[in-house]
């Protein structure tokens, strides 16, 4: 399946300004030392271009348009991603820690779920159109379980810089040690060794 880029375009357009988080700035854009014009290219990010005609993503992606890529977003609040799942892929658990994340469904269908910090587990199957809010700083997911299509959609969070900590990879991707591990999952040393190397790539 092949999503039109006027669509993402029409849905960026739509989401802008949805929601608010980062601290207020006391000037009306804040211009990184060093940028010597700033005129209407300082406010226009054309990274998501490359979304035009692409060739379906064979693994799943993310496309970024935070402080980072775009620096006029600095001080204002809002950044995008736009998220793209083959058949069958998966965005693994992870948070945002400073910002809630608005999930729209461009096209196909994603299973998604977030825990509240009682430890409940709230999912939903979206379709295309869908919206699913998923609040700040909660463990979430998202995951296309057709095996036959594609699904795309774009994130708006209230943060320039929402930050992402994956699950997998802060807690089996570092150098927390092993021992401390296998207490924790109440399991042993070479289960999480196991668990290690597959994120690492060893295995
Ligand atoms: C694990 O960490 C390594 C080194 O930082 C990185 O190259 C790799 O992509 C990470 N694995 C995953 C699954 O993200």
Do not use: W
């Not at 699950?167 to 296998?182: M, Q, R, Y």
């Amino acid at each position: 399946m092949k999503i039109k880029f006027f669509t993402v375009a029409l849905v960026l357009a739509a989401l802008h300004g949805t929601m608010a988080g980062d601290p207020d700035i006391l000037s009306d854009f804040i211009v990184p030392s060093g940028t010597k014009t700033v005129d209407g290219n300082f406010f226009t990010f054309t990274g998501m271009r490359v979304l035009v005609d692409a060739p379906e993503a064979t693994t799943f992606k993310v496309l970024k348009a935070s402080m980072a890529e775009f620096p006029a977003l600095n001080g204002q609040s809002v950044s995008y991603a736009v998220l793209d799942f083959p058949p069958g892929s998966v965005n693994p658990p992870h948070t945002h820690p400073r910002a809630s994340e608005l999930l729209f469904v461009l096209g196909g269908s994603l299973q998604v779920g977030f825990v509240d910090t009682t430890n409940r587990l709230f999912t939903q199957t979206l379709q295309t159109g869908d919206l699913f809010v998923f609040p700040k700083g909660l463990v979430h997911f998202q995951y296309n379980g057709d095996g036959k299509n594609q699904a795309l959609a774009v994130s708006a969070f209230g943060s320039a810089n929402a930050g992402t900590v994956s699950v997998p990879n802060s807690v089996f991707n570092t150098s927390i040690d092993d021992g401390v591990l296998a207490m924790s999952f109440k399991t042993d040393v070479v289960t999480v060794r196991k668990i290690k190397d597959g994120l690492s790539g060893k295995i």
